[in-house]
């Protein structure tokens, strides 16, 4: 009995060491006082409106907002291609391509920015918004193929053979019965790469070109500085984001599948 009593009371602490920051940010975003410390002076909503008046940070929004939406519309264009190949056909080196499309996940995210970005420098391509959406697509693409794949596999394909039948070429059946079948899993996971995408920080790092700043980089740069009232509300909006993306994500996903059955 002791010993779960340890064991819950040790859980507990882990959880408040890892949210605690968190829960921080969230109340020093409303502090009214100049140094966004404590103790809070009052509850203001200034720091947001200081935030949104900031044109460095709208043009990170916005380049973060841009990149996320081409990454998800990327990454989930490929994961649909490549899950329909690995569920639905039988071909030589399987196995191999669903490492090769997993093992970004596998591969600590600073030894694939700084490989990718090697390997560029090899062919003499500079650093571009190309090269970062190619590489947060790398990044996001195995998110997607889990999510598809799994959702794929649960779709009995004899849906497919009755449409063909009936005279649908192979378009025609993707897009009329396979894909809205898939479509819980396909919003959640473009929901789930542009959370990626607009959260990362590390990668992008490496491969982003001189002046181009996406909202975490914008936030990097801000705190080696000084800190800022604003990084608190900025932070706050990024939190919102970060994790009411993936939650979205995960209800609609529910809603959609109940909807089909």
């Not at 006082?33 to 103790?39: K, T, V």
């Not at 809070?40 to 909503?45: D, K």
């Not at 003499?124 to 990044?139: D, E």
């Not at 509300?233 to 909807?259: E, N, Q």
Request: aromatic residues 14%; positive net charge; proline residues 5%.
């Amino acid at each position: 009995m002791n010993a779960w009593v340890f064991i819950r009371f040790y859980t507990i602490l882990v959880y408040t060491f890892m949210f605690a920051p968190i829960f921080v940010v969230l109340l020093l975003a409303f502090n009214s006082s100049q140094f966004g410390g404590f103790p809070i002076e009052g509850f203001s909503l200034h720091w947001f409106g200081e935030l949104f008046q900031n044109d460095a940070i709208m043009r990170a929004f916005r380049t973060s907002f841009a990149l996320g939406l081409m990454t998800a519309l990327v990454s989930t264009v490929i994961g649909i291609l490549a899950s329909l190949a690995l569920v639905r056909y039988q071909f030589p080196g399987k196995e191999w391509v669903t490492t090769f499309l997993i093992s970004p996940v596998l591969v600590p995210e600073t030894v694939l920015a700084v490989g990718l970005l090697i390997f560029l420098r090899w062919l003499h391509m500079p650093r571009s918004f190309a090269l970062l959406l190619l590489g947060h697509s790398i990044i996001a693409l195995p998110f997607v193929v889990l999510v598809v794949q799994a959702r794929l596999v649960g779709i009995r394909k004899e849906y497919e053979e009755a449409a063909r039948s009936l005279g649908a070429n192979p378009v025609q059946t993707f897009f009329q019965v396979t894909f809205p079948l898939l479509m819980p899993a396909v919003f959640a996971g473009a929901l789930f790469a542009f959370t990626i995408s607009f959260d990362n920080i590390t990668a992008t790092i490496f491969w982003r070109p001189s002046g181009l700043e996406t909202v975490p980089t914008q936030i990097f740069g801000m705190l080696r500085h000084s800190v800022s009232p604003e990084i608190n509300a900025l932070g706050f909006v990024m939190i919102c984001i970060t994790v009411g993306v993936p939650l979205l994500a995960g209800g609609l996903a529910r809603y959609f599948s109940r909807k089909k059955v």
